[in-house]
């Protein structure tokens, strides 16, 4: 378990960035309440109806465990 001022959502912080990366997030309204309009949004998430997807500019259905170390292999290669 994440401590409270480490977390996004209304038990935790508010943050509003430029991207927001959300692996495994579900999209619960608590989770939501804390996105404070980031710039865009991507999203991986292995349920292709998770409400994440309905705020996400990108949503990636994948298993995070695959595709997170992939894209940072790709990242690492630029």
Same mark, same amino acid.
């Given at each position: 378990?994440?401590?409270h001022n480490r977390q996004v959502g209304t038990t935790g912080q508010s943050v $509003?960035?430029?991207?927001?990366? $959300?692996c495994g997030i579900s999209g $619960?309204?608590?989770h939501l309440a804390g996105m404070k309009k980031p710039e865009f949004i991507i999203a991986v998430n292995t349920d292709k109806d998770a409400p994440i997807?309905?705020?996400?500019d990108v949503l990636v /259905? $994948?298993?995070l465990k695959q595709? /997170?170390?992939?894209?940072?292999?790709?990242?690492r290669a630029l």
């Amino acid at each position: 378990m994440v401590e409270h001022n480490r977390q996004v959502g209304t038990t935790g912080q508010s943050v $509003a960035p430029k991207l927001y990366v $959300a692996c495994g997030i579900s999209g $619960a309204i608590q989770h939501l309440a804390g996105m404070k309009k980031p710039e865009f949004i991507i999203a991986v998430n292995t349920d292709k109806d998770a409400p994440i997807g309905e705020v996400a500019d990108v949503l990636v /259905v $994948a298993d995070l465990k695959q595709f /997170v170390p992939t894209l940072t292999e790709k990242l690492r290669a630029l």
